[in-house]
């Protein structure tokens, strides 16, 4: 079982970037799937939650209005659109899969989370 993100990178404050996730070992369809992130010296910390379905989305407050995301279920693949980043958005990026249903604000708990991607880092210079 393994989730494999990508599209990391090094971009200038205002830019964007788009990170997939790539699922596989089995179905991640019927999943909530979250992106978290992480600092140097910083805990990990959630960014955004999408539920299997699509539409039900969930985002921290400093990436709301910035950040989208979204998934394809027939690739088992999920995305989160980055835009006008900015220096504190600087960190590896992880995804994430939750098998078991989470309630709300749960869904934002990192332990909510079985599966683990090996994370992508992005870096946004000023």
């Known amino acids: 079982v393994q989730l494999q993100a990508s599209g990391g990178g090094l971009v200038q404050a205002g830019g964007s970037l788009r990170l997939s996730c790539a699922g596989s070992?089995?179905?991640?369809?019927?999943?909530?799937m979250g992106w978290f992130r992480q600092a140097p010296g910083e805990d990990r910390e959630f960014v955004a939650y999408?539920?299997?379905?699509?539409?039900?989305?969930d985002y921290a407050d400093s990436v709301k209005g910035r950040f989208t995301a979204s998934r394809d279920n027939a690739k088992e693949q999920l995305f989160l659109q980055m835009n006008n980043l900015q220096p504190e958005d600087t960190a590896v990026y992880y995804c994430a899969a939750d098998p078991d249903y989470c309630a709300g604000y749960r869904c934002a708990d990192l332990l909510e989370y079985d599966y683990w991607g090996q994370g992508t880092k992005v870096t946004v210079s000023s």
């Open positions: 070992g089995r179905t991640f369809r019927s999943d909530t």
């Open positions: 999408v539920r299997w379905n699509g539409r039900d989305t």
